[in-house]
């Protein structure tokens, strides 16, 4: 089935389950509260104002994007609900410049994990909630406003971001450099052939390893009250989720129990 937006779902694997549409979703009271949500926390975020379009500028199309997530034990754990920008409708040079944003690689995460099981080291893994609206935009972008929430009486307006947004291209860049500055300013240092590791050595010789894969961080090291410090100065700065303690690693998942 192709959407209106041009979009290809595959109805054997979504029916029944998640909506395709916001107009689905918004006559559902769980999915109607979740995209409340959603636009709750973007206000609490100051991520955008309502503005009237500058002449010559040309907003980017949004849409509401919605995943059910589960619990290890395949239970209902959210009605999650994500605002995304149409990406493709950016021009380079006028709406995003640089777009790259290293992660660490499958095989690093591994070996990391390989590294704290010999050692006999907890292996902890957090998330960033809503990771990419935290960081100030450096290019003039616009959005329109959410589909079925729009403004009464200034439907014509349009939202100028203040902060990067779900599905803009430079959003991951945008995103990486606050955590990357966040975690040198705690005096980690980067792997110089692998940018999305981070190592801390103390004078005592604790280590604390961090590897950052978009918005989640899989974090380890010797010291349990170390790690218990730096994810507490994790949460006094960002929206964190405890993802639970890493039991073992299977292929591309991670497995974990809370």
Known sequence: MITDE???????FVADIEPITW???????????????????????????????????????VKWVFKIKL????????????????????KYGIDYTKVYAPVARLETIRLVIDVAS??????????????FLNEILEEEVYVTQPPGFEAKDATHKVYKL?????????????????????LLKLSFTKCSV?????????????????????DELLITGSSMTKIEQFK?????????????????FLGMEFVYTN
């Open 194 to 214: 692998e940018y999305g590791v981070y190592v801390r050595e103390s004078q005592s010789q604790i280590l604390i390893y961090v590897c950052l894969y978009v």
């Open 232 to 248: 507490n100065r994790l949460k006094v700065v960002f929206e964190m989720t405890y993802l639970g303690m890493l039991n073992y």
């Open 6 to 12: 041009g979009e290809l779902v595959h109805l054997a």
């Open 162 to 182: 203040k902060k990067a947004l779900y599905g803009l291209k430079q959003a991951p860049r945008v995103w990486n450099k606050l955590i990357d500055l966040f």
């Open 71 to 90: 619990k290890f034990d395949g239970s209902i754990a959210k009605y999650k609900s994500r605002l995304v920008a149409k990406g493709f409708l950016q």
């Open 118 to 131: 010999s050692r006999n080291w907890k292996i902890y893994q957090m998330g960033v909630k809503s990771a």
């Open 23 to 61: 107009k689905e979703a918004i006559v559902d009271r769980k999915w109607k509260s979740a995209m409340i949500e959603k636009l709750e926390s973007l206000k609490k975020n100051e991520t955008w104002e309502l503005v009237a379009l500058p002449k010559g500028k040309r907003p980017i199309d």
